[in-house]
Each structure stands twice: as structure tokens, then as C-alpha cells.
């Protein structure tokens, strides 16, 4: 049902309108038809828009989850930052992680979008050029002024609310949804923009 209801919202957004019979690519509307899309060979630009509840099966939460997001347990600790709560290095890729990897080294995953800044994405072994960190990251670390890189563990490239997001994220959208044949939105409610607007490209 819920991949009928985003199937009619997509259908909606791409301006087809409701009269005409929506195209089908999917044989049915479960993770099966998606797996024989996927082996069909008709799917070559896959994208994979990825939130926090990928990697809460490896232990990092949220932030927004009810008494158990970081938000909610930073007034409980006094930490003076979200990425405080946590060192990141404890942390390993969970299966979903893989599952990706698996994609791009069969070649399907054209682009990950990831709203996570925890690099499990890297770990997992996919390849930095394969991946839009849009909410920053703590693999690496630049200056706000000149934008040069260092080697500073106090000063991550994290993107915090209200913060301008990575050029290469709108850079590399435009282009890349253009091409996209299959959309996978995991572990990400789609709350907040301008990630949640990829879909409307």
C-alpha cells in the first residue's frame, strides 16, 4: 500500500496527471519486484537517498526519535554539540551499507545521497565520487573562510540546521536524477530540505 500511495505521489510530481494510466515498471509493488527489476538489466542508474535509520542498526542514533535521538539526550549529558554524543570510529557499516556497496560494484548505483555525516558509507567501500554527503561529514575537515582542507578533529565538515549544504549537492542533482531509473529512499522520513526535494527532480 505505502509503495502504491509513493508511486501516485511521484506519478503526481513528474506532471503526468492523474488520467492517464500510470507506467509501471515494477511487476509488483514489494522488495521482490523491485530485486527482478534490479536482475532485469533495464535498471542501470540507480540512487539511493539515505537517512539516519540506516545506521541505527549500528548503533548511532538518530536525531530526532522521542528519548532516544540525539536532540533529546543532549539536555540529559550537557554535551555542548550533537557529535559529541558519540566517536564515530566505534561504529561499523550494517548490511543496508553493504547492500549499497554491493550496487556499485555491480556498476547500478549511479549516486547516494546521504543526509548521515557518520562516513559508514566510505567504510562500507564505496567510493567518495559515488557519494553526496549533504549534511556534511567527519571524514573530512575545511576552513569556513577559505575553504582549505585540514587535519583537524574538533573541525569537521558537518552541515548544522540553517547552514548552507555542500555545492556538490546541487551541483551533481540536476544531472543525476535526470538519469535515474530506480529511487531508493531508506531510513530517512523526508522531513527536511532541501534533501527531501531531490524527489521532485
Known sequence: MIVSHLSDFLYQK????????P??????PSIDGIVRYIKSG??????????????TAAGIPDFRSP???I???????????????????YFRPTLSHYFLRLLHQKGLLLRLYTQNIDCLERLAGIPA??????????????????????????????VFFGERLPSRFFDLSEEDFARCDLLLIVGTSLQVQPFAGLVDK
Open 23 to 28: 507506467v509501471h515498471i515494477l511487476d509488483e
Open 71 to 89: 536532540y533529546s539526550k543532549l539536555g540529559k549529558f550537557n554535551l555542548p554539540s550533537p557529535e559529541a554524543i558519540f566517536e564515530i570510529g
Open 129 to 158: 565520487e559515488s557519494i553526496v554527503e549533504a549534511h556534511g561529514t567527519f571524514h573530512t575537515s575545511h576552513c569556513l573562510s577559505c575553504n582549505r582542507e585540514y587535519s583537524l578533529d574538533w573541525l569537521r565538515d558537518i
Open 67 to 69: 528519548n532516544s535521538g
Open 42 to 55: 533495464k535498471c542501470k542508474n540507480i540512487i539511493a537517498m539515505i537517512g539516519a535509520g540506516i545506521s
Open 14 to 21: 513528474l506532471g503526468l496527471g492523474n488520467d492517464e494510466e
